[in-house]
């Protein structure tokens, strides 16, 4: 399930939206202000962490 993070255009406000399927639009009306919020690019959050494994046992392409 995707989650996407959008950016209100007039207060700057940052909040996310939950998608069940991949057709997600690039704009959205923020609920709370009923403002046009925009789509943000942002990093992922997934990492490797605990025993078995390390980033450097893999190969660099």
């Not at 959008?6 to 909040?15: I, L």
């Not at 690039?26 to 925009?38: A, F, L, M, P, R």
């Amino acid at each position: 399930m995707p989650i996407i993070e959008y950016e209100d255009e007039k207060t700057g406000e940052v909040f996310e939206r939950f998608f069940k399927n991949h057709n997600i639009p690039d704009s959205v009306v923020n609920e709370k202000t009923g403002n046009n919020s925009i789509k943000k690019i942002s990093s992922g959050s997934f990492k490797l962490i605990g025993s078995g494994f390390y980033a450097n046992e893999y190969p660099k392409k």
